[in-house]
Nanobody, 126 residues
């Protein structure tokens, strides 16, 4: 069972940047896709994006061009760099790990993620 620990959330003004980190332990990190989700108050959890084992990425439309997901396999860590933040980006952000290895980016859907971190709050003030 993989364990995920997020960090890096906080309060930022609109237009600012934050970088979230998620460190994994408990299984081989490099062969699994990693994803980021968010949940705003009163809303459903939303898929933000993901990066697969080869470094290919996919993003939801609302964050394209502003958010970047990267991974450092030597550190078992995935990152979410968030730029040009907007108040509507305010949410609890969760990282998640794919339940199966070697998945192509085209096969990544929200349902493939079976392990979750505890979440980190991101608040963007206007």
């Amino acid at each position: 069972q993989v364990q995920l620990v997020e960090s890096g959330g906080g309060l930022v003004q609109a237009g600012g940047s934050l970088r979230l980190s998620c460190t994994a332990s408990g299984r081989t990190f490099s062969v699994y896709a990693m994803g980021w989700f968010r949940q705003a108050p009163g809303k459903e959890r939303e898929f933000v994006g993901a990066i697969n084992w080869s470094g290919s990425r996919t993003y939801t439309d609302s964050v394209k061009g502003r958010f970047t997901i990267s991974r450092d396999n030597a550190k078992n860590t995935v990152y979410l760099q968030m730029n040009s933040l907007k108040p509507e980006d305010t949410a609890v952000y969760y990282c998640a790990a794919d339940s199966a290895p070697w998945r192509t980016v085209d096969a990544i859907t929200p349902d493939v993620f079976g392990s979750w971190g505890q979440g980190t709050q991101v608040t963007v003030s206007s």
